[in-house]
């Protein structure tokens, strides 16, 4: 008697762990499903080398609202480590956040010595622009 029930208990109580298992392994499943990637490059015409300091920011906003400041949805900062333009980059973002209806765009900045030093000057429309687009090279220009 008692091992028949040591038994079914066991098998109860495996069962349910497999139920959990499952479970789990479908959210992770859904939640790699919704997230997209924008990629691309940011580069400048100037012919002047970045320190290895240089800092790059690179962030995906909301830009719908025109009364309002931007809402970021996405943002990519690091040093450049040495390297030169073109740097790429590369967002991702989950999909449930964008809306049809709106307006959607690329911002990008390098600074040096935590002073803006390029700066990109002109709207880069992504996501639901008309080429819905997902890959842009940004052109930055110099500020000083």
Do not use: W
């Not at 309002?68 to 040495?82: D, H, I, M, S």
């Amino acid at each position: 008697m008692k091992k028949t029930l040591l038994l079914v208990t066991s098998l109860l109580f495996g069962a349910a762990l497999v139920g959990c298992q499952t479970s789990q392994t479908t959210e992770m499943e859904s939640a790699e499903a919704s997230m997209k990637t924008i990629t691309g490059t940011v580069a400048y015409r100037e012919r002047i080398a970045l320190p290895p300091h240089a800092v790059v920011t690179v962030a995906l906003e909301d830009v719908s609202l025109a009364d309002a400041p931007a809402k970021v949805l996405a943002k990519q900062t690091f040093e450049t480590e040495g390297k030169q333009v073109p740097l790429a980059f590369e967002l991702s973002y989950k999909s449930n956040d964008i809306k049809p209806n709106h307006r959607y765009s690329l911002r990008a900045r390098i600074e040096v010595d935590g002073k803006l030093r390029f700066i990109n000057d002109t709207s880069i429309p992504v996501i639901t622009d008309a080429e819905q687009t997902h890959e842009a090279n940004i052109r930055l220009v110099g500020t000083r």
